[in-house]
């Protein structure tokens, strides 16, 4: 494959979008992606995660560095706030009369894992991030795709990862929410909806060839089974309406990583890095063509790859300066 | 990009062989909607020397596709590369329209419904 130019010249920039998908802690191998647009210099407009996905998006908007995101992850990610059992929940799934079991249940209890997003976001709101994020839930009652926009971060981030029946739903606006998994797994629709010229969706995957054995293993089979047809689905419509490029990228992994293996990061991160490599061109090609396909701005002055300004930067055509936003929040 | 074409009794072969992007997807377009005009119904893509393919690639071929079905024509695509292989699979394209292993697969397949055929595992129930 012929390697784009680097861009040379001040071009406009299409407006960017990231989409993290599910993964769990897999999905920190999207902070190899952040190191890429950060040296390329190519700003986001938009963010939207799910599930594991959704915590990445949440401490990148939040202002960490990737290096600061692993740093955190490695210090605070730990066995013991995934594995704390809620004796009443889980004999209620035998009998009604040993426990309860009903749609604000869990298998397990979410105190210790809410209170770790609680440390790390505090009071901070969802709406406060840059560049804006959204991250995907899904209505435990109705089954349909719920994306928070605004509220607080800590709550929003459990909701997208409250992994049902695993975890609690969390409850938002009196609605029962739980993770973005069942219903957009790879939520790039909403990225299309909100007018994102170029998506770059990042789709964590467990190529996994053992036979699984076990209740749990069988059942997150079951889902990730479903989950890769619901994604697929959703690519396909998401491609039909979607006017420029989505740039598709999977991060393979050939065996099961659990949330709470945090010893893994250096290698989840080495997988991302591995694949952002293998799609660098694709990424930029998408940019490159969105911006020769648009009428060019004024003359500009040329920059090179040697001066630090060079690369690619936002300028927008002003026919009513006062209406503009900022584009250059990323 | 370049198209190859061959044409044998009712059927017209193209054989897509380069870059299949934003850089040559309306010119691709504008060629095969000229194929269509000219008359051709049955449409054969080998798809084995594809180099690379993205949405402007695929939405060529899916607007091609709704064109000829409109026109109760037929279309299968065969042999992919696999670069072509991994994108129609990631995008959920193979999902939607069986990708032919083989040109004579292909051929065998288009007697049937083409392009958003029956999958590979559909089974069909014979009633009296």
Redesign the interface.
């Known amino acids: 494959?012929?390697k784009p130019e680097l861009p040379t010249a001040i071009r406009q920039l299409p407006k960017i979008g990231i989409v993290l998908g599910t993964g769990g802690i897999k999905a920190m191998a999207s902070l190899a992606l952040f190191e890429f647009l950060a040296e390329q210099k190519i700003p986001v407009d938009l963010m939207v995660g799910c599930s594991g996905g959704a915590l990445a998006c949440a401490m990148i908007g939040s202002g960490c560095t990737p290096t600061e995101v692993r740093d955190l992850g490695m210090q605070k990610l730990q066995k013991s706030l995934f594995s704390q059992f809620d004796y009443s929940s889980l004999l209620g799934i035998f009998s009604s009369h040993l426990g309860n079991f009903d749609k604000t249940s869990g298998i397990l209890k979410p105190d210790r894992w809410r209170g770790a997003l609680q440390e790390y976001f505090g009071d901070k709101k969802l709406e406060q991030l840059r560049p804006r994020t959204l991250l995907q839930t899904t209505d435990i009652d109705t089954g349909e795709g719920v994306v928070l926009t605004k509220g607080p971060l800590a709550e929003a981030v459990y909701a997208s990862c409250a992994f049902f029946p695993a975890f609690p739903p969390a409850k938002i606006d009196g609605r029962y929410l739980c993770d973005g998994i069942y219903s957009a797994p790879v939520p790039v629709v909403e990225a299309i909806k909100r007018k994102m010229d170029v998506i770059i969706a990042l789709?964590f995957k467990e190529k996994v060839r053992t036979e699984p054995k076990g209740f749990f293993s069988c059942f997150y089979r079951h889902i990730d089974n479903t989950m890769r047809?619901l994604?697929?689905?959703?690519?396909?419509?998401s491609?039909?309406m979607?006017h420029?490029?989505?740039?598709?990228i999977?991060v393979d992994f050939d065996h099961t990583i659990n949330p709470w293996d945090v010893h893994e990061l250096p290698a989840i991160v080495e997988c991302g890095h591995k694949a952002i490599e293998l799609h660098k061109s694709?990424i930029l090609?998408?940019i490159t063509?969105f911006s020769r396909?648009k009428a060019p701005v004024a003359e500009q002055p040329v920059g090179s790859i040697a001066d630090p300004n060079a690369g690619f930067r936002r300028t927008t055509i002003l026919r009513n300066p006062a209406s503009v936003e900022s584009k250059n929040s990323g | 990009m370049e198209v190859i074409k061959e044409k044998s009794s009712e059927m017209q072969f193209l054989h897509l062989r380069g870059r299949l992007d934003h850089e040559n997807a309306q010119v691709l377009e504008e060629s095969l909607s000229k194929l269509i005009e000219n008359g051709a119904r049955q449409l054969i893509i080998d798809c084995s020397q594809i180099e690379f393919i993205n949405n402007a690639g695929l939405r060529v071929l899916l607007g091609l596709a709704k064109k000829i079905l409109d026109l109760e024509g037929r279309i299968a695509l065969h042999s992919p590369s696999l670069q072509a292989k991994e994108t129609f699979d990631r995008t959920g394209f193979s999902m939607v329209s069986r990708i032919y292993d083989t040109r004579e697969e292909a051929i065998a397949g288009i007697a049937g419904s083409g392009l958003f055929s029956a999958s590979r595992d559909e089974r069909h129930i014979i009633s009296n």
């Open positions: 494959m012929n789709d047809t994604t697929r689905s959703q690519m396909f419509l491609i039909e979607h420029h490029e989505i740039v598709i999977e694709a090609s998408a063509s396909s």
